[in-house]
C-alpha cells in the first residue's frame, strides 16, 4: 500500500532574496507611497490625494514604512501643525528598481492596464 503523498514544504522566505524584499514593499499601498516619495518629501494630505489611499490605509502604511527604515517622519511644530514624509537612504535606494518596473511596464503591458 501507497503512502499518501505530503505536499513539499513551503520554502522559507529568506530563502529567497526576492520573496523577502517583497514581503517588505509588495503591497499595493506600500509600492504606491514609495513610488509618490522618490518625488520628494510630501505631507500626509498630499500623499493621500495623490496615492487615492484612505486615510486610515495610508496612516498604517506610512508607520508600516517607517518601522521598517524606508520613510521618516518630520513635525513642523507652527501653527497649524504639519507633517512631512520623506524617503531614508533605504527608501531612496529602490529608485532604479521602480525605474526598472516603469520600463517593463511600458514594454510589456498595454495602456488600459497602466491606467488602473
Known amino acids: ?23 517588505q514593499i509588495g503591497s499595493k499601498w506600500r509600492l504606491a507611497v514609495l513610488h509618490e516619495l ?6 500626509f494630505n498630499e500623499l493621500k490625494r495623490s496615492t487615492g489611499a484612505n486615510a486610515r490605509t495610508l496612516s498604517r502604511v506610512l508607520d508600516d514604512l517607517g518601522e521598517m527604515g524606508f520613510v521618516e517622519r518630520r513635525m513642523e511644530e507652527d501653527a497649524p501643525i504639519a507633517t512631512y514624509y520623506s524617503l531614508t537612504a533605504k527608501g531612496e535606494s529602490l529608485e532604479p528598481v521602480f525605474d526598472e518596473i516603469d520600463c517593463w511596464a511600458g514594454s510589456w503591458l498595454e495602456g488600459d492596464e497602466l491606467s488602473r
Not at 4 to 20: G, H, L, N
Not at 38 to 43: A, C, K, V
Open 38 to 43: 522618490l518625488e520628494g518629501e510630501q505631507r
Open 1 to 23: 500500500m501507497s503512502r499518501p503523498q505530503t505536499p513539499p514544504q513551503e520554502e522559507q522566505s529568506d530563502a529567497c532574496p526576492v520573496i523577502a524584499s517583497l514581503e
